[in-house]
């Protein structure tokens, strides 16, 4: 584990505190998922534009035309 020391402005410091308080978990609880969060996000951008990046069309096209051409069940329709 390490330890890191953070500059904060008082009220952003002010309203971890409150919303960490307000999910019962400790200020540091609150920063360790906030940090995770936001690597889940720029992890799983950078994940799809690499998966992309290897499509091909075609392949999609292919997928797509084995697809049966019927009706949606009736939980399926919008």
């Not at 960490?20 to 609880?29: C, L, M, P, T």
């Amino acid at each position: 584990m390490t330890t890191l020391t953070l500059r904060l402005p008082q009220s952003l410091h002010e309203k971890i505190k409150e919303l960490a308080k307000a999910d019962g978990v400790s200020i540091n609880q609150f920063l360790v998922t906030a940090a995770a969060e936001k690597m889940s996000a720029l992890l799983t951008k950078n994940y799809l534009a690499q998966e992309a990046a290897q499509a091909s069309r075609a392949d999609f096209l292919k997928v797509m035309r084995a697809v049966p051409d019927v009706e949606p069940e009736a939980f399926d329709r919008l």
